[in-house]
């Protein structure tokens, strides 16, 4: 079992970054490939990114490549998302989710899920 929590979340103008982090506790962190997901309202829970176990290979979402990276560092039980050139379509509820086979885009294939954290970007 895997505890996730996500921060860095908050208003941010158009344009703008933002920078979220997942910490994870419980079982070893290194064993999860991990993903990002977004919800917005009214619509399903969308694919952002994912990382394999070692952090060496990324994957993105076709329409995000550009704007968001994925890192992780295990030695800090950490996973970020750095998002920059910000739009309001943007605006979501942003998850963190362990587990499945690196890249796994579907929600169904993560064990593990967080919160969530709100990410609202203002025209």
């Known amino acids: 079992q895997v505890q996730l929590v996500e921060s860095g979340g908050g208003l941010v103008q158009a344009g703008g970054s933002v920078r979220l982090t997942c910490a994870a506790s419980?079982?070893?962190?290194?064993?999860?490939?991990m993903g990002w997901f977004r919800q917005a309202p009214g619509k399903e829970r969308e694919f952002v990114a994912a990382?394999?176990?070692?952090?060496?290979?990324?994957y993105y979402a076709d329409s995000l490549k550009g704007r968001f990276t994925t890192s992780r560092d295990n030695a800090k039980n950490t996973v970020n998302l750095q998002m920059n050139s910000l739009k309001p379509e943007d605006t979501a509820v942003y998850y963190c989710?362990?587990?499945?086979?690196?890249?796994?885009?579907?929600?169904?294939?993560?064990?593990?899920w967080g919160q969530g954290t709100q990410v609202t970007v203002s025209s």
């Open positions: 989710a362990a587990g499945g086979s690196f890249p796994a885009v579907s929600s169904r294939s993560y064990d593990y």
């Open positions: 990382i394999n176990r070692s952090g060496i290979s990324v």
């Open positions: 419980g079982r070893t962190f290194s064993i999860y490939a």
